[in-house]
């Protein structure tokens, strides 16, 4: 694995920036669809007090 990143030495930051673009994904599908259930509850006119 070393003599891969030898021969390739942009081939960890291809890796690490694949990484961080998955875990932007991860948040921004996570944050949104926590956004969409909160917003159900509020606009919901029979849980109003």
Do not use: C
């Not at 070393?2 to 942009?10: A, G």
């Not at 996570?30 to 849980?47: C, E, F, I, L, V």
């Amino acid at each position: 694995m070393s003599d891969l990143f030898d021969e390739y030495p942009m081939l960890i930051f291809a890796l690490e920036s694949l990484v961080a673009l998955a875990l932007l994904i991860f948040i921004v599908v996570w944050t949104a669809s926590g956004k969409k259930k909160n917003q159900n509850r509020s606009n919901d006119p029979a849980k109003r007090h």
